[in-house]
């Protein structure tokens, strides 16, 4: 066997390895596990709360759409923002419920300052990540939405 055939062998079956979802889970179950969003969460701590209001979330929210509500019609992808306001209260972006009362940030506060818009960015990135593994775990109308909240996260972060 040729080094190039070998060598893309090897690395098919590292990437093989590496799809392969944690005990207890499926890897096909587009889950964003726990412990990998507390382990992003915890990489930032320079944003700006001063000037925070309180939203209590209701049926049928979503944090792009309350993103959007707050931060203006370009502003969806802005939700990881309030996820690091709340993060207390939030662990999956895809699982908030009635009644939690989340943090939202002053955004242009936030933007003006440089070190909580590099935070920022470097969670956009983060965040952007997990929802290209989610969309390579899914299949469907969800595995599009997936892409969608990915790239539009990218889109925003090149965009700082």
């Known amino acids: 066997m040729n080094k190039a055939l070998g060598a893309a062998l090897v690395f098919m079956i590292m990437a093989a390895a590496c799809k392969s ?48 509500n707050w931060y203006g019609e370009d502003g969806a992808y802005y939700f990881p923002l309030i996820i690091l306001a709340s ?13 939690q009362r989340l943090l939202i940030p002053d955004l242009q506060a936030n933007l003006d300052d440089p070190a909580a818009r590099l935070q920022l960015k470097a969670m956009l990135l983060d965040i952007a990540l997990v929802y290209a593994g989610k969309a390579d775990a899914t299949s469907g109308d969800l595995r599009i939405r997936n892409r969608k909240d990915r790239d539009g996260l990218l889109m925003l972060a090149r965009s700082l």
């Open 87 to 99: 993060r207390s209260v939030i662990v999956d972006p895809d699982k908030i419920t009635s009644g």
């Open 21 to 68: 979802a944690p005990a207890g889970e499926t890897a096909n179950s587009g889950e964003i596990s726990e412990f990998e969003l507390l382990e992003i969460y915890g990489d930032y701590n320079g944003i700006i709360l001063d000037g925070a209001r309180e939203y209590i979330v209701k049926y049928g929210d979503t944090l792009t759409r309350i993103a959007r």
